[in-house]
């Protein structure tokens, strides 16, 4: 069964910091780029970033340049998010996907930056 696991989310305080995990099952993870989004409440989709199946190649939206760093373990099937200097509108749910931002999501894991 093809699956992807997010989880890590929480409550943080502005300026704290969190790492999310993805699990990959079912599929050749090291065969294909992976993406982290996001959705606040009541917004869309926003991609946050990407990184390529060996990770040389990383992109990030500008608002997350400099405190969130994407990572991947092919050997484990897990690719990370570790966010930093949260600030409250990182708020939402983040979601791994398969590929890009179109792609096959997991279940969300909930980030909630308040005070």
Do not use: H
């Given at each position: 069964?093809?699956?992807?696991?997010?989880?890590?989310?929480?409550?943080?305080?502005?300026?704290?910091s969190?790492?999310?995990?993805?699990?990959?099952?079912?599929?050749?993870?090291?065969?294909?780029?992976?993406?982290?989004?996001?959705?606040?409440?009541g917004?869309?989709?926003?991609?946050?970033?990407?990184?390529?199946?060996?990770?040389?190649?990383?992109?990030?939206?500008?608002?997350?340049?400099?405190?969130?760093?994407?990572?991947?373990?092919?050997?484990?099937?897990?690719?990370?998010?570790?966010?930093?200097?949260?600030?409250?509108?990182?708020?939402?749910?983040?979601?791994?996907?398969?590929?890009?931002?179109?792609?096959?999501?997991?279940?969300?894991t909930?980030?909630?930056?308040?005070?």
């Amino acid at each position: 069964q093809v699956q992807l696991v997010e989880s890590g989310g929480g409550l943080v305080q502005p300026g704290g910091s969190l790492r999310l995990s993805c699990t990959a099952s079912g599929f050749a993870f090291g065969a294909y780029d992976m993406t982290w989004v996001r959705q606040a409440p009541g917004k869309g989709l926003e991609w946050v970033s990407s990184i390529n199946t060996d990770g040389e190649f990383i992109s990030y939206t500008n608002s997350v340049k400099g405190r969130f760093t994407i990572s991947r373990d092919n050997a484990k099937n897990t690719v990370w998010l570790q966010m930093n200097s949260l600030k409250p509108e990182d708020t939402a749910v983040y979601y791994c996907a398969r590929g890009n931002a179109l792609g096959l999501k997991g279940q969300g894991t909930q980030v909630t930056v308040a005070s």
